[in-house]
């Protein structure tokens, strides 16, 4: 990887963190789910610059997606309207961050000491190929059926936010008494 990838490699992953760290800090649901789609992006722009072009594609669109999902959902849903009332995103913040402390000491901590096993074999010539074979070979099924799956929840998001079906009557407006 070049100085320059290295630096643009850089500045995706501190703008991941900081994205990630934002949605916990920034006081609104629909600021959060912005922030965690920023986060992902990033990331995505990571793996296109390890040349993992497919990985990194489906990462970003997969995330956008999702993110707007949620944001439908919570403008549907919310009493706070759009999610953009001031609220409180942490609960149990003493407790939170003794369990945050203590995972990433763990997780540290088997990185650190585990005995990784030394490499066997060598590596594909196209690692993303490789990838992309060894995610949607035998699961192309299972892939099929998510994306119906979240085509029905667009459809359904929308038949939910619409106050009247297709084939009922709309209200009849009052005509004004000299357009007869």
């Known amino acids: 990887m070049s100085g320059a990838a290295m630096a643009v490699f850089a500045v ?48 970003i669109l997969m995330m956008v997606m999702e993110m707007a999902i949620m944001v439908v959902f919570m ?39 585990v005995p990784w096993p030394a490499q066997r074999g060598t590596a594909p010539a196209d690692a993303t190929r490789a990838v992309g074979e060894a995610i949607m070979g035998p699961h192309m099924p299972v892939m099929v059926a998510i994306s119906a799956v979240l085509f029905a929840t667009i459809v359904s998001a929308l038949v939910l936010a619409t106050p009247h079906g297709r084939y009922e009557p709309q209200e009849q407006q009052p005509q004004d008494e000299g357009q007869r």
């Open 12 to 59: 995706l992953g501190l703008v991941a963190v900081a994205a990630g760290a934002a949605v916990f800090v920034v006081d609104s649901m629909a600021r959060a789910t912005f922030a965690l789609a920023a986060s992902f992006v990033a990331v995505g722009g990571e793996l296109v610059l390890l040349t993992l072009d497919y990985l990194g594609v489906v990462t």
């Open 75 to 113: 403008v549907m849903f919310m009493m706070n309207p759009a999610g953009l009332m001031p609220m409180s995103m942490l609960h149990n913040k003493r407790g939170a961050l003794a369990i945050s402390v203590a995972t990433f000491v763990l997780l540290a901590a088997g990185a650190l000491l």
